[in-house]
């Protein structure tokens, strides 16, 4: 599942965290996500889990990582994230790029990278003021309501939470 994905919760406003309690949710699930991906046998990091290997998940999780970092900024400044044009898409495109773009098959390389972009993203967002988690700068989320720098790294954390599980399913198959 995608960050922003129909099928997650949404977030209503009394669901919201502040903005440590985000960074720390995100850090948790982070990190059981790379413990999850961390104790597959070798031969499983490239076996298919249905639609993905957990090699083409990770790559997905740093190319989300780094989109999440460009629609934070662009939210700050009243623009739409530009990865919500290929939500109704069920970001078909955007995932495709992530999956082409990070193509190491090197767990450690991926998990470098991984741990790169999710630390570019959380120093970014701990250099922001308190009040900008939850703060309406004026785009709005294409499934409604505003679309915040909160919402945004919560949705980030379901996924990796959900990425986990699948994960972890696909190893007891084996």
Avoid at 32 to 41: A, I, Q, R, T, W
Avoid at 148 to 170: F, K, P, W
Wanted: some cysteine.
């Amino acid at each position: 599942m995608e960050p922003g994905d129909p099928r997650s919760r949404f977030i209503q406003e009394d669901d919201m965290h502040t903005q440590d309690e985000g960074l720390g949710g995100l850090e948790t699930a982070y990190s059981s996500f790379v413990d999850s991906v961390n104790s597959l046998p070798a031969e499983a990091f490239l076996r298919s889990l249905g639609d993905w290997t957990p090699r083409d998940i990770v790559a997905h999780l740093i190319g989300w990582n780094r989109n999440i970092l460009t629609g934070c900024q662009q939210i700050r400044g009243g623009v739409s994230p530009f990865y919500h044009n290929d939500g109704l898409n069920d970001y078909r495109i955007i995932n495709s790029v992530s999956i082409s773009r990070y193509k190491s098959t090197d767990r450690s390389v991926l998990l470098r990278q991984l741990a790169q972009s999710k630390d570019e993203l959380v120093a970014y967002v701990k250099g922001l003021d308190q009040l900008d988690w939850e703060r309406d700068y004026g785009p709005r989320h294409y499934r409604g309501g505003p679309a915040t720098v909160g919402r945004s790294i919560e949705s980030l954390t379901e996924d990796y939470i959900n990425h986990t599980a699948e994960i972890r399913r696909g190893d007891t198959r084996r």
